[in-house]
């Protein structure tokens, strides 16, 4: 490279693409339509409660909605951190460049803002008609709070790249991001619960004084050494953090996921384990009891399903297009199972790879895992229904559903992206 530019947009190209390969495996055309159709439902869901919201509502429901909004805005504000971009081994090649990374450190924070406002914007004009519902917002003064929100994102940002920076007299000087989303939140919420002008004034001497802050403490440290270690181990955490995040919806080679024994999951694996019960069978119902990427998928799905049916509790017809969603979800997410650990010593020994009976194994105890999956279902039904028909109706048409996805969906899969060249290499 000529210069640490140079390195930069190479750096930031490479990342680019990774992003890109892996958003499209997320967003294959399977999973894609799934996750589309679950917007499109929670959107249905969001106009349903700008609809109730239209007449008087309850102290306590307000108080409700008000802290769910702040707790929307303070995770998706405290999403996204100043690209570094640095490797390990920089600290021996190219450190000695010294000051001359901070220019190329003030193009990652110049990018980190570009994707924060790409994705604080769309998220605050989605909630503003729920803000001005709740609060002292108006729905058209969507600008002002975009602004403020993305100013006070900009300083968060930028004090977070102040960190790089040490003085011999404030050699602990650091920002604490955790602290400042935990303050912002109340904010938030007071600004959304106050009344005229107090609603804008907060934000406005929140502002002055974080900007007199972030002065002040540019002023303190411009002069002070770099702390390359700083800037290497924040990369690193950034990198760990955005391969977990992918690794919820695709294979991250990066991303080794730890086996443990989940102890609450003891009593299932045993009422599941079969008597007899071939290896495959064995193998593949500890993969989705035991790691953790796999057990995650169904825990989190029947989980989130199960907290949805509270807000749909009282359309059958929405009960069953969301645990419809939830089977589809969990089932692409395992498919994948099926292509996984060939070279594994438990799967080697065996001289013969018997693939039908390998897929009839893998859709036994997938059809175990969804029917955990329904017992949750129906834990959440009866919460949000009670013991009544309507729970009994879902049930069924919910069965129907995965007795689908079994016999149609699956058939179709192996059919057309897992033929047996494609699940077992050749050999050669």
Known sequence: MNNLQDLFKDRIMKRLKEIGKYSRLIFNDHLSIILFGLIGFLLLIYQQLL?????????????GLTSLITLTLVLFIQFGSPYWLNEPADDAYLFGCGKEWLSYWRRGLFYSMGISALLLVPVVVVLMPLIAAVSAWQANQSLLLIGIILLLKMLQLFNLHLNVMRTPRHPKDRFKAGAFMVSLGGLIFLSLWVGHPWYIGLYLITILWLGLFTLMRYQRLKDGRLDFHYAIQES?????????????????PEVVPSIKRRKFLDPLIQALTLKPMNRYQYYYLRLMMRNDIYSGIWIRVSLFIAIMYQMVKHSVLLSVLLGGIGYLLTTIQLLPILRLNHSHPFQKIYPVQDEQLRIRSFKQVLLQILMIQSLCYLLGLVVAMGFSLDVLLVLLLEVGILVGILYGYLPFWFHKYAGPNQILPQKK
């Open 51 to 63: 609809n109730q919201l239209s007449g008087e509502v309850s102290l306590t429901f307000r108080l």
């Open 236 to 252: 690193l955490k950034q990198r760990a953090r955005f391969y977990k995040f992918v690794s919820l919806f695709a294979n991250v």
